[in-house]
Every structure is written in C-alpha cells, then in structure tokens.
C-alpha cells in the first residue's frame, strides 16, 4: 500500500493518474453506461460491469437509471424541442460550459426515469448503495486522493476528477459533437464526428456514427476511423466477459 502522499512525490505522477483515471471513467461511460445499458448493442458480463459500476460510483456519482434515460430521450429528440441537451437549441458555449445542468435539469422532469429508464440494474447494491448514496463515493474517492497524493495535490486531483465527465462528455460529446466536425451520414440531427481517432473519449468522438446506427456496438464506420470502444469490446468478448448483440459491418 502507497504511503500517504506518496504519489505526489514528483508532477508527473498526479498528471499520469488522471490521465488514465480519466480515460478508465470514459471507458466505464461508453462501454457500460453507452453501449450496453442505453442501447443494449452489447451486454456485459456481471464480473466485468460490476467493477465499472463500482468506478463510476467512485468517480461520477452518475446514476445508471438517469444517465440512460437522458441519454434516450437525447435520441428520441434529437436537436429537436425535447432533446435535454442540444447545442442548437441551447447554444454550444451553454452546452459545454453547463452541460451537466442540462442533463440535472432532464432527469428531474416527471416520468422522465420510469419513460426512458426501464431495463437498468435493480439489484440490492443499486438500491441500496449506488442510486440513494451516489454521493457517498466521490467521498470516498476524495479519501483515496488524498491519501495517494497529500492535503494540497490530492483534493486538486480530486477536483479535476468532478468535472472530468461534466467536461468531456455533457460538454465536449453533447456540445461539439452535434457542432463541429465532419459527417459520414446525413442524419436528421445535427451530429459530427469529432475525430476519426477515436481514443480519448473511448470511441465517442465518432458522434456522427453512432448516431446514424444507435444500437451499434461499434462505432467505426470507415476504414481510416478507429474506435477504441470496440477494440476494448473484442477484447472482453475474447476473455468470456461480453456478447456483441449488435454491430454495423
């Protein structure tokens, strides 16, 4: 086990955690929250979705329930009057900057949950710990920022670790992705992909892809285009612990 403040020792060790914290939290996103829950192109095994439940729990707060309901709705609505999220209704600078109100604002609509909800976890650590106590393990992760990286740096990673999400998915994949980049398809929304790399955001930066096949576990559609999502994906397919329901050729 680290000694307390151990991993603040030299810049590039808080710099490097966040990276991959980050990148595991966006992994845990499109994988779990995206792929599999929202739009059940891929169902994964209990022992691996445990451990991403775990960690969103540890380093969003995200509600399973909520964040695929909102999702949904963002797709029945598309950049239309009813899309939680539009940067073509709200503008891209509200949308990036306060995408995460946006999204509070949705999930708290009535009937929103039990519309656009329904299929999510209903297990006992559900209903008992992640969806009454989702607050309880961003405390949790703040104890173990601290005590990897000391007073000063750990709640500073901490803090970088709270709007990671915020950021990067209700701004940059909800915001930029419905208002730069480039089309494959000529979808009825206003969806771009961001990149045709798509690693950062673990495949979300194909916006444009997915939205023109929605069920789709995969969301390259050309061959210069490289999701990491869907390597990720073949990856536990090959170890026993997902099974592709769905994928564009």
């Known amino acids: 086990m680290p000694d ?16 991959v914290a980050g990148h595991i939290t966006n992994v845990c996103v499109t994988l779990f929250l995206h792929r599999a829950q929202t739009h059940r192109g891929v169902k994964i095994h209990y022992l691996a ?23 949904r709705k963002h797709h029945a609505f598309a950049d239309r009057d009813g899309d939680p999220h539009s940067p073509v209704i709200e503008g891209l600078r509200n949308i990036v900057i306060k995408g995460a109100f946006y999204y509070r604002k949705a999930v708290r609509q009535p009937g929103m949950l039990e519309k656009y909800g329904k299929g999510t976890p209903d297990d006992l ?41 915020p950021f990067w998915a209700a701004g940059i994949v909800n915001g930029v992705g419905h208002a730069l ?25 194909l916006h444009n892809n997915h939205h023109a096949d929605p069920r789709s576990a995969k969301f390259k559609a050309k ?7 869907w390597l990720y994906i073949r990856l ?14």
């Open 236 to 249: 536990l397919s090959l170890l026993g612990l997902a099974k592709v329901e769905y994928a564009r050729n």
């Open 223 to 229: 061959w210069y285009e490289f999701d990491i999502g």
């Open 49 to 71: 979705a445990f451990p991403m439940r775990v960690w969103l729990w540890l380093t969003t707060a995200i509600v399973t329930k909520e964040w695929v309901a909102c999702h």
């Open 181 to 205: 980049g480039y089309r494959n398809f000529e979808v009825k929304d206003e969806s771009r992909n961001i990149s045709p790399i798509a690693i950062w955001l673990g495949g979300e930066e």
């Open 125 to 165: 650590i559900e209903r008992k710990l992640f969806t009454p106590l989702n607050w309880v393990g961003i405390l949790v992760m703040l104890l173990i920022d601290i005590w990897l990286f000391g007073f000063f740096v750990g709640p500073v990673v901490w803090g970088v670790q709270m709007i990671w999400i």
């Open 4 to 19: 307390f403040g151990s991993w603040a020792s030299h810049w590039w060790k808080p710099v490097l955690f966040v990276i």
